[in-house]
């Protein structure tokens, strides 16, 4: 009688664990803050689809927009650009890196490692 009580207090305390440990990684922040994922992001690249699948292609003022406030974190472009929605859309990562310099964006960030690609 004694052991099957032992181990319900053992299996309830993992359960406990295992919760707590689960709401955190909830409410803590992802590459691009709080309140968004990387999926959610792209989307608001929308105007730049095809300067991310043609390296030729023009740039939009409104896709450099974008690209210059979410350029703010590196890290967030990096998983922006490497996202499954970014992936579906077709967007080719190698070329969309190109796109902070392709705008001029001053304050890009320059030499980040974003996965096998290198900000330039």
């Known amino acids: 009688m004694e052991a099957p009580l032992k181990f ?5 305390m993992l ?30 690249l929308a105007p730049c689809a ?15 927009a974008q690209v210059k ?14 996202s499954n929605t970014a992936k579906s859309a077709g967007v080719k990562p190698q070329i969309a890196i ?4 392709r705008c001029n964006l001053a304050n890009r960030p320059v030499g980040y490692k974003c996965g096998p690609y290198t900000l330039p």
Not at 15 to 41: H, K, L, Q
Not at 98 to 101: L, V
Request: with cysteine.
């Open 15 to 44: 359960v406990v664990f295992v919760s707590i440990g689960g709401f955190e990684r909830v409410e803590g922040a992802g590459e691009c803050g709080r309140s968004t994922t990387p999926d959610n992001e792209a989307l608001k």
């Open 69 to 82: 406030k979410i350029g703010q974190n590196p890290g967030c472009l990096c998983a922006v650009l490497l």
């Open 50 to 64: 095809a300067a991310s699948q043609d390296a030729s292609a023009s740039v939009s003022q409104s896709c450099c």
């Open 8 to 12: 319900l207090c053992i299996l309830g």
């Open 98 to 101: 190109t796109i902070p310099k």
